[in-house]
């Protein structure tokens, strides 16, 4: 697995911590691929794109 490896204590915990990832997955993470935006602000950047 690519990370730490953590123990939970119960199911609450665990699906926070996923919740914790997908949030920053999609709205911190930063590529540069994408001009340097994360992917929410790249697939809006997209969005307004094409419907200019």
Do not use: C, S
Not at 26 to 34: E, L
């Amino acid at each position: 697995f690519y990370g730490q490896e953590h123990k939970y204590k119960d199911l609450n915990e665990l699906e926070q911590a996923i919740h914790n990832y997908i949030d920053y997955y999609n709205n911190v993470r930063i590529k540069t691929g994408r001009k340097n935006m994360t992917p929410i602000e790249y697939w809006n950047h997209v969005l307004t794109t094409l419907t200019a």
